[in-house]
């Protein structure tokens, strides 16, 4: 499903039925979309990324990633370290998981390794900066840098990250796991109903969602 | 038929992802679980692995020298006079260098007088010590005998905190060669460990990797803890244990073809 597809899809939906009337016809395309990217992100966030955790199955989180398979190698003359524009904004998750694999273009099988932003003073002073010649990213703003590992004939990359929807293209395909098609209807408009996202989590706790 | 086994040997990084596998972890963490795979391997190399390395090291005018930068310990300390190896005496009460001087070391030691009385030392010796076979400039040693024991012409004393190994003795040694056999951390790019030390490690970084977060529980530490010493007393059972020509050994040794009674 395309993003263009969804948001008419969220239009129809309002536009008739059993959709209640203080929604029916009234909201623009726009402000659809906005409500879509709140959805997905708490799709993402909050019902894929605890799902991932509990089940250690960070597979569930690659299934909302998109992948570019060219992305320029850049050098920062300034700081002395390669880097890479991202492609795009990426789904925040603890550890950066939203950005799901940097790796050479045909190298999967060797991908580079995530390493916390503003690590690098302890990480070099460690033994395994030496003993572990792998190219090293990590995430600053819309950019990842690269460790001094990179040797110079890389010079693209490929990135498999999770982008969230207001960074989509009319056409791009939505990514939507089979079977929460109707979780995101479902939330976009309770969104736009103003009421709150429905408890997921059977811990008699207020504060998570 | 080609020979299709897997290999006997892996390296820390198979280590490191066999463990994030078990773990059902994904590649978050891999710096820092290969970091504690390092330390892992250092310790089994001090221990049941041991790495043993030889070096050879000139004598400066202080009748010292560096010692290499993965010296942990030392086996042996030997001497070559007359090419022939003389093992060395220890002795913690030799003076250390008093610092540097623009880089150079400065020491009050006896360099002064002759040294005829050590390389005097009597050739007629029946027992000493075989060192580690190694390369040296190229060179192969298939084994370096050294004369051991009972002479006390030379001493030395090993300075950790300068890695440096300093010599008492009369008169100057200054370039000739101090034989050193010693454990090394053993880890660089191309260490490899033997697969059944894999459990171990990946034992080690699980414990190591749960054992200063303050939310697991010490219940959780604990049994990482158990698992791993369980799986380094297996390790060090498997790397000692009794082959089957070592029990024949021992029970023929005392078989005689006499008439029985």
Redesign the interface.
Known sequence: MTKQNLIDLIQHRLSGGDTPQELKGKYHPRIIEKHCELALNYLVNTIAYKEAQRN???GVLDAYAKTYTDVEVLTDEIRNEKYSVLPSKYVALP?N?GIRMVAPIQGQDK?F???DNNTKWL?SS???N?????V?FYVEGEKIFYSEHIPNVITAVLIKMIVPFSDLGANDEVVIPQGFGKVVVDLVLQSMMGMPMEKVSNNNNANTP | MENQDISGFVN??YAVKTTIMR??????N??KY??LA?DGVTKLNMGILPSVKVAHLTLDDMNSCNLPSDYIDYTLIGIEIGGRLWTLTRNTNISLPLGDNCGDWTRDTITTGSNENFLELSPDVSSGYMFNQHYYNGTQFSALYAAGGGFNKAYYRIDERNRRLIMLVQGSLSGYNIVLEYTSSG???D?VIPRDAVEYLSSYIVWQSIMYRRDVSTGEKEYARTQCVRARRALYAKRNSFTLSEFLDEKYVNLSQGVKR
Do not use: C, F, G, H
Request: proline share 3%; net charge negative; aromatic share 12%.
């Open positions: 250690m199955d960070w550890k998981r991908p390794v995530y390493r990480y460690l033994d395994v030496t003993v572990s010649a792998d090293r | 820390l990084e773990m059902d972890e994904d590649d978050r891999y710096e290969m970091q390092i880890v660089n790019k260490t």
